[in-house]
């Protein structure tokens, strides 16, 4: 982990207040991924850290709508794979596509987050993936919240990776 990373993504992403999060779980304490996302040298930095992260033998990335987006951007710059770009819900017009950018059925896919809390994200995108004929047994992401997510993950064959913890973040606070 690098501590000065770490530090930077505290200072632009770390809230406090009262938030429900997508697991509909009430928290004191949010990270905003687009805070750390809209700063262009900060994104470039956590994709690079992300990019570490990457398995040898990946075919693409599959960023996930919305926050994982950015970063699977960067990622692909950074490890020269392509990248998917996932939605929550296919569209109902045009190419109705699930995954924008390219083909899902028979590559071997690791998913790109942002935050992690539950995984229910990563779990849901995940089994359309599968469904429609992907490989996916990594994913990679910023911040994992310590909630839950990596266990609920495993259980279903992938491998959490993340570039910081939440302990991690809050340490760089004093
Ligand atoms: O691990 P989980 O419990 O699933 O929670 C984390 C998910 O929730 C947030 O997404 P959000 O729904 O805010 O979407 P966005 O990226 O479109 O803003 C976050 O970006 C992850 O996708
Ligand atoms: O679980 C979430 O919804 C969530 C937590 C968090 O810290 N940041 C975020 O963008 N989403």
Do not use: N, W
Not at 112 to 130: F, H, M, N, P, W
């Amino acid at each position: 982990m690098d501590t000065d990373l770490a530090a930077r993504i505290h200072r632009a992403a770390h809230l406090t207040g009262t938030f429900r999060l997508r697991s509909g779980v009430t928290t004191d304490e949010y990270f905003d991924k687009y805070r750390f996302e809209s700063d262009p040298v900060l994104l470039r930095d956590v994709g690079a850290a992300v990019a570490a992260l990457v398995p040898d033998g990946a075919d693409a990335l599959a960023g996930l709508e919305l926050g994982g987006v950015p970063v699977a951007v960067v990622v692909a710059q950074v490890t020269g794979l392509p990248a998917l770009f996932v939605r929550k819900r296919a569209k109902e017009y045009g190419t109705c596509r699930l995954a924008e950018g390219g083909e899902v059925a028979g590559r071997r896919l690791v998913v790109v987050e942002d935050v992690v809390t539950s995984g229910g994200q990563i779990l849901a995108s995940t089994a359309e993936l599968r469904a429609l004929g992907a490989v996916v047994d990594t994913a990679v992401c910023v911040v994992d919240r310590e909630s839950g997510g990596r266990e609920s993950l495993a259980a279903q064959g992938i491998e959490l990776r993340a570039a910081v913890t939440a302990t991690e973040l809050r340490a760089t606070a004093g």
